[in-house]
């Protein structure tokens, strides 16, 4: 199912033996676009104690009380690596994590491409091979961020949210909530269209052009997203449509 990544943000996150804090943020590989962490903002150990959680651990999410429940017990995650988030999450700070709570390995966990949902395990292997670091990133830095079309210098829209299949746990969908001079009020881009997050310049660049973006169908957040939504995304964008 899609969900708005925005709207899980302040979950309370539920261990197997009691409540722990709130859902701080979320860490999403910037190639695949695969969420790799939850950070859980903790009432437990010392004030104001960050913990990274792997998506090995969710359980089923409870929307209505929100909850987040993971499969961990509370004394497990006090006793998890110090991480230190104005910092870049090393490789070698993540297989300290994941010796610590027995998390399989990348390459042992599933990662499906964007588009078509294919089990895929290149990238994976490298990351244990001590040659490739992943890229990390904020979904909170992300949100806010202004977007481009190609060849424009001026922006459409802002990132409003992003919509994350919690299925496999990869982002799907950004949400753009376009400017006045653009009569949409806010629309899906496929990320596969993404063309770059310039995290330096702060600002995100899309492979449309000003008239695909003007004719995109409009998009309903208070509406979940059908499969027939997201077919007349796709087509419209000419793209094929992700395996499900």
Request: hydrophobic share 40%; aromatic share 12%.
């Amino acid at each position: 199912m899609l969900r708005s990544i925005k709207s899980l943000l302040k979950f309370e996150v539920i261990a197997i033996d009691g409540a722990i804090g709130q859902v701080h943020d979320f860490f999403f590989d910037e190639a695949t676009w695969k969420i790799r962490y939850l950070v859980a903002d903790t009432i437990i150990g010392r004030p104001g104690m960050k913990v990274l959680i792997s998506p090995v651990a969710f359980g089923r999410l409870y929307c209505k009380a929100q909850e987040f429940p993971v499969e961990l017990t509370i004394d497990k995650l006090k006793q998890s690596p110090e991480v230190d988030l104005s910092k870049p999450i090393s490789r070698q700070y993540q297989i300290k994590l994941f010796k610590h709570y027995g998390w399989p390995p990348y390459r042992e966990c599933k990662s499906f491409n964007t588009l078509s949902g294919i089990e895929e395990t290149k990238g994976e292997s490298k990351f244990l091979e001590g040659n490739f670091d992943y890229h990390l990133r904020s979904i909170k830095e992300m949100i806010g961020y202004p977007v481009k079309a190609v060849n424009r210098k001026r922006k459409f829209g802002d990132v409003k949210d992003l919509l994350v299949d919690d299925d496999f746990w990869i982002i799907r969908y950004a949400m753009i909530d376009t400017i006045k001079r653009i009569p949409l009020g806010k629309m899906l881009v496929p990320v596969a269209w993404i063309e770059k997050v310039k995290w330096a310049e702060k600002h995100v660049s899309v492979c449309l052009t000003q008239e695909s973006i003007k004719t995109s169908p409009e998009y309903d957040p208070s509406i979940s997203v059908s499969r027939e939504q997201e077919t007349r995304i796709h087509d419209h964008f000419g793209l094929p449509k992700y395996r499900i």
